[in-house]
């Protein structure tokens, strides 16, 4: 298996980005939606077995001081197999910034904190899940 990644959403299949979120139970995530996100991150990291993807993750930065990395998946076929840490190598890489967070659930903590991640007690998040989920009819198109 020789995997290829990539750092740009310009020829990304949004039908497979949402089916790998579903396949790895990240589901409850709109095509329309994870497009928007996606194409609006400073930095995205896709991973392609052939023309399969099989992994995606992005950040946002401001590129001087501050980066948060979210949406980190893999396939389950394709888990544990180092693709997840290839992939935050890869962003850490290109993150030069002195502080760099990341949103992660309690279950995958542990694979971060190999990274060198750790817990930071100065964060604190507002959550308002009605905003998970696009209001349809005001959904938006997305430019190709």
Known sequence: MELTYRFST???????????????????RAKQKIARAFKKSS???????SARLVAASRALTDWEYHATIYD????????QRGIGTRM?????QRLKVWRVMLVAK?????FYGRLGFDNY????ARLDRSKLYDDLESEQVIDA
């Open 72 to 79: 980190v998946v893999v396939h389950p076929d394709y888990q």
């Open 106 to 110: 309690k279950e995958v903590q542990s």
């Open 88 to 92: 935050m190598h890869e962003l850490m």
């Open 10 to 28: 310009s020829d990304a299949e949004w039908n497979e980005l949402e089916g790998l979120f579903k396949a790895a139970g990240m589901g409850g």
């Open 121 to 124: 007690d100065d964060v604190m």
């Open 43 to 49: 930095l995205v990291c896709l991973a392609f077995d």
